[in-house]
Every structure is written in structure tokens, then in C-alpha cells.
């Protein structure tokens, strides 16, 4: 309001209707040739998780601020139907490899629960395409190693029981314990 600058870069002229407007969302679509418009994906880094927009930029600068970190990369992934979730590469430092706990915790202290990738993993290096960029799709799939299953904390009483049977049903995941976390 009362920015014209910003409204006129937003706000663009419509290509093939004269005087009408169009918004610029950051979704990338076309004009198909029976007129009906095809949405490609996102200009930015932007995805929905859980009904929350994540901008994967703004966690990859929080991941990159940890001590020992070179470079880092965050993904939606969905590896299995029906579950989505962030996951959070880094190179650094050797020392970083075994603190990657200490690394998801900083984030936790910085990001909202919704915005902390569900688990961190170590490169040795980033992944590059031709142009110099993170190769994303060539990131590795994340596998739960034996320390993450020893770490598990197995449903004490009935109610924890529950809960846990809760999560694995809602989130379609085949193990869960009671410190597991919607987001």
C-alpha cells in the first residue's frame, strides 16, 4: 500500500488481455494451446509442508551459520507415499559429522518446529551440476542408521502406547517413539 514501485513490480501487465494485471506469486506456469494454464513448479525455493510455506533459503542460512559448516542444502523429500519431509544436508568441518545432533538442536533454537528439517545428514561434498550449482537430485536418500534406531525411546504406558500407534497411523511411518514430533 502506497508503494508504487513495489506494486508495479508485482502487479505486471497482462499479456493478452489489455488493461488487466497479473500477480506475480512466484508459481511458474504456462498457457497451454487449449487455454487452460499448467503449473510447472516454484521460480523460488518455496514448498508446502503440512498446510506451512517453507522457503528453503531462509533454512539453509540458519544451517549455514553453525560453526563448521561450509555449505549446506535443504530438500523436500518424499521417498515414501505420503511422506513428505525436510531434510538437511551439510559439509564442513570433520568434526561437524559427529555433532549433527548439535546441529538439528540449533536449529530447533532458531527455526519453528515446522521449518527444522526431521533429520540432518553429512556429505563429504556437495553434489555440483555443470553450471556450479547443488546438483539436488543427485543429494543421497536418507536411511535411518543403527545409532538413530538405538536412540528410540520405546512407549512406556498405555498413553505413550497410543501415541505412538497415533503418529505411525497419521504419518504413514513404520516405527515411532514418545519423543517423536508432528512436525
Do not use: C
Request: charged letters at 25%; proline letters at 6%.
Amino acid at each position: 500500500m502506497n508503494q508504487p514501485q513495489l506494486t508495479q513490480e508485482r502487479f505486471l501487465a497482462h499479456p493478452h488481455v489489455a488493461g488487466a494485471r497479473l500477480y506475480r506469486t512466484g508459481d511458474l506456469a504456462r498457457y497451454r494451446e487449449d487455454g487452460n494454464v499448467e503449473f510447472l513448479g516454484r521460480v523460488d525455493q518455496q514448498v508446502k509442508l503440512r498446510g506451512f510455506r517453507i522457503e528453503l533459503g531462509e533454512v539453509e542460512y540458519v544451517l549455514n551459520n553453525f560453526p563448521g559448516v561450509y555449505q549446506a542444502a535443504v530438500l523436500l523429500r518424499q521417498d515414501k507415499p505420503e511422506q513428505q519431509r525436510l531434510v538437511g544436508y551439510v559439509t564442513g568441518q570433520a568434526t561437524l559429522k559427529a555433532m549433527l545432533d548439535h546441529v538439528r538442536s540449533y536449529l530447533a533454537a532458531r527455526l519453528p518446529n515446522y521449518m527444522v528439517p526431521s533429520i540432518i545428514l553429512w556429505v563429504d561434498a556437495m553434489p555440483l551440476s555443470a553450471t556450479g550449482k547443488v546438483n539436488r537430485r543427485a543429494l543421497p536418500v536418507p536411511e535411518e542408521t543403527a545409532d538413530q534406531a538405538a536412540a528410540r525411546v520405546a512407549p512406556r504406558n498405555q498413553i505413550e502406547e497410543s501415541q505412538t500407534e497415533l503418529w505411525k497411523a497419521v504419518l504413514s511411518v513404520p516405527e515411532a517413539d514418545i519423543n517423536d514430533n508432528f512436525f
